[in-house]
């Protein structure tokens, strides 16, 4: 199984903003923590990270009959893009949704997720450990489908 991680605005950021709610950790060891999650699960992953809302789109088509699934945390896309909402649409591959902190439990506007219309799971709160979840969840719902 092949998976493409997406990571949308800010997530380079990672280990320098908002340390109180994000951690110390960087976007490299994020990363890493993917790869070595994807390992133990044997899964193949593509880590991809833009701040670029157009950027995200267009990997999104790309990943169409290249991927089985995509794990996604658009970061403030989330709440604004409708525009990933039906790029994931389009490509017609099982997403899982991914936030590093409890985005129901922050600001009003971030409680709405476009991405959840569209993602058969969304795991928040759960920092890193949150897409070792998503990795789990996703071949779990693939294998069930075939």
């Known amino acids: 199984m092949k998976f493409l991680v997406i990571n949308g605005v ?4 990672l280990g320098i903003r908002e340390k109180n709610l994000y951690g110390n ?20 992953v593509k880590c991809f990270q833009s701040n670029y809302e157009g950027g995200i789109v267009t990997e999104i088509q790309r990943a ?9 945390n658009a970061g403030a896309y989330t709440h604004t893009s409708i525009a990933i909402l ?6 017609e591959i099982p997403a899982a949704e991914v936030h590093i902190t409890d985005i129901n439990s922050r600001e009003e506007y971030r409680k709405k997720s476009f991405i959840s ?13 949150g897409y070792a979840d998503a990795i789990s969840a996703l071949t779990e719902y693939i294998n069930k489908k075939n």
């Open 25 to 44: 950790e960087n976007y490299r060891s994020l990363v890493a923590f993917i790869k070595e999650s994807a390992a133990k699960a044997g899964v193949k």
């Open 10 to 13: 800010n997530l380079n950021m």
């Open 86 to 91: 039906d790029a994931l649409k389009a490509a």
């Open 117 to 129: 219309e569209y993602a058969f799971v969304t795991i928040c709160g759960r920092g890193f450990a």
């Open 64 to 72: 169409r009959g290249r991927y089985d699934g995509i794990i996604i």
